[in-house]
């Protein structure tokens, strides 16, 4: 939990209290579309179901990274559904070929940017570009790298997921490496790599690290952005550390405008400070206090010089104020004349946009961020010293605006971290750091080809304040998502039975799912510390692993002489959410009341 700051507004702590407990809910959701997938006696609807559930979890975040049951499910298909076949022969003295998979790209966003910079920089390397759900045209600038390097580009056929998934296996044969760019809901992944029997080392590239994703079981090495996304994998996920590494963004440093053409053709005062922001309109979503559009308000009504330039909304849009010096751009095509006119770069609030940061980065523009800097905000927030310490994080509004007037008045102070900031960029994200960082993860992939492995336990954890937050987003965005919206997304993946006629039929199959008792889940057992922090967090664990149907309940284990004191911190931790059952023994040790089957939670 944040500490201190914006996060520790009341108002704040109310809404991510909200988030938290919707999360609960959605777990629920998803907790029983992965018990439907896992009674389904046909391994297309296994399958199908699966996919529901994902993309649900997609949708509707249920607070965990990582289903081990569905992995486990999904893992067993694959095995018998696309089976691997004898080890590949050498392919001689040519460049490796590299198969690029991707869920859908698209005209905006990062996810986009670095499938492009990617086959753009690996030139030591033949790539080869496959889009499994494609429905726009492929972006311009990616259709330029691709031509630019000769990379065909591959549309998936047609058929189910079994299917596709025996489709995108014997691709990759005739491939030394797979780099994953998928969605997270993409189970065709998890199906066609989950033997590991003679194909390529396969490679996922974390674009989102902050959502459930499927495919755990059928990745030998995971490429994050930040080291704290590597750390979540390890312990969210469940993949061996040696196997969870760093791959920056990659940042290419643009050619630039001169500044007074680029303030002019904005309209722009030639000696006016400018701040720049640009982003999703989904991550400047007013769910928390203050909103971005009070936020820039503020700004401008402080600093009266002050001019704000956002890329990305559209003024109807309304997160912008409507003032003579803040403009809301809406999507840019071209964002050198914005860094060219700019001063100093405004993070989106409440999501951070890595892309837009490295961008600006590269450009020698320094940071400024509210609310970054806590480690329970890093999936949305920028981490402290990122950048080499160049991002400047202020606690709340009145801070923001004092270190944005202190950082456009001090031009030497601002012009050094520009300078530092570009001097990071090149380092690690321009073409000589990652090359070096991807190099890093070729022979990380080719060492432990074949090592992807399901994970046999993740401990759910109760959600990040980073959690809430995005699921918060999500509901200002995806309101209308619902369980009914997951099903029938991913209806022409079941079999022809499983298909709803109409909508009173998906209406029933939905809700007779969700009503459905959950399958019988093992008892957890545990020996926690009677203390608050202790007995707090168990409960926690104890919530996410029913909701997600690993257990049934809970034997909690404790000290004879510790049973009042113990009785009295559960009810306390109960009432602070969802009931669930829990049995309270007093014994000495664990093992004395432990039944076979008993998943230990704490001992």
Not at 83 to 92: K, V, Y
Request: aromatic fraction near 4%.
């Amino acid at each position: 939990m944040s500490a201190s700051g914006v996060f520790a507004d009341p108002a704040n702590r109310r809404a991510l209290a909200r988030g938290r407990r919707a999360m609960d809910e959605q777990a629920r959701v998803f907790g029983a579309f992965a018990t439907a997938a896992l009674g389904a006696a046909d391994p297309h609807e296994a399958a199908g179901l699966a996919q529901i559930a994902y993309a649900y979890a997609n949708r509707r975040h249920p607070g965990l990274m990582c289903s081990p049951s569905l992995e486990r499910l999904l893992n067993d298909l694959g095995r018998a559904h696309v089976p691997g076949g004898e080890e590949r022969a050498g392919r001689g003295s040519g460049p490796e070929r590299i198969l690029h998979v991707t869920t859908q790209v698209y005209a905006t966003g990062g996810h986009t940017r670095v499938v492009e910079r990617w086959i753009e920089r690996d030139d030591a390397r033949r790539s080869t570009l496959l889009l499994l759900r494609q429905e726009e045209r492929l972006p311009a600038s990616l259709r330029r790298a691709c031509d630019a390097t000769g990379t065909p580009v591959v549309n998936a056929t047609p058929g189910d997921l079994l299917e596709r998934a025996r489709d995108l296996r014997a691709l990759a044969a005739s491939h030394d490496a797979v780099v994953l760019h998928v969605s997270p809901f993409e189970v065709v992944v998890a199906l066609a790599f989950a033997d590991p029997a003679g194909r390529p080392p396969t490679i996922l590239f974390n674009h989102a690290s902050q959502h459930l994703w499927a495919g755990v079981g059928a990745v030998d090495v995971v490429a994050s952005l930040w080291q704290l996304d590597a750390d979540d994998a390890v312990a969210r996920r469940g993949v061996a550390a040696d196997r969870s590494l760093v791959l920056p963004l990659p940042a290419t440093p643009r050619a630039l405008p001169p500044r007074a053409a680029a303030r002019a053709s904005l309209g722009l005062p030639a000696d006016a400070p400018v701040l720049l922001c640009a982003a999703s309109p989904y991550k400047l979503d007013p769910v928390l206090e203050p909103s971005f559009h009070d936020l820039v308000a503020t700004l401008v009504a402080r600093l009266p010089d002050l001019h704000v330039l956002v890329a990305g909304p559209t003024p109807e849009l309304g997160l912008v104020p409507d003032h003579p010096r803040a403009r809301a751009l809406g999507a840019v095509a071209d964002i050198g004349p914005l860094l060219a006119s700019a001063d100093l770069l405004l993070d989106s609030w409440p999501a951070s946009g890595a892309t837009m940061m490295l961008d600006a980065a590269a450009a020698g523009l320094p940071c400024v961020s509210l609310g970054g800097g806590d480690a329970s905000v890093a999936l949305i927030r920028p981490p402290a010293g990122l950048f080499d310490g160049t991002v400047t994080n202020a606690g709340d509004l009145d801070e923001l605006v004092a270190v944005t007037a202190e950082l456009i008045a001090d031009a030497p102070r601002r012009q050094a971290l520009g300078e530092r900031v570009r001097a990071h960029a090149a380092r690690h994200h321009d073409e000589q750091g990652w090359r070096a960082a991807l190099e890093e993860i070729m022979a990380a992939a080719r060492t432990h080809a074949g090592a992807a492995a399901v994970p046999a336990d993740v401990a759910p954890v109760a959600p990040t304040d980073s959690e809430a937050v995005l699921h918060l987003l999500s509901d200002a965005e995806q309101a209308f998502f619902t369980p009914y919206h997951a099903y029938a997304w991913s209806s022409a993946d079941l079999p022809a039975a499983a298909r709803p006629a109409d909508e009173p039929d998906l209406r029933a199959r939905v809700d007779a799912i969700l009503a459905a008792p959950p399958a019988v889940a093992p008892r957890g057992i545990a020996a926690p510390a009677v203390t608050v922090p202790a007995i707090g967090e168990l409960v926690a664990d104890v919530r996410r692993r029913v909701a997600a149907a690993e257990i049934s309940s809970c034997l909690v284990v404790v000290d004879p002489a510790e049973v009042t004191a113990a009785v009295a911190l559960l009810e306390h931790a109960l009432a602070t959410g969802p009931d669930v059952d829990l049995e309270l023994v007093g014994a000495r040790d664990l093992r004395d009341v432990a039944a076979p089957g008993d998943v230990v939670l704490s001992a």
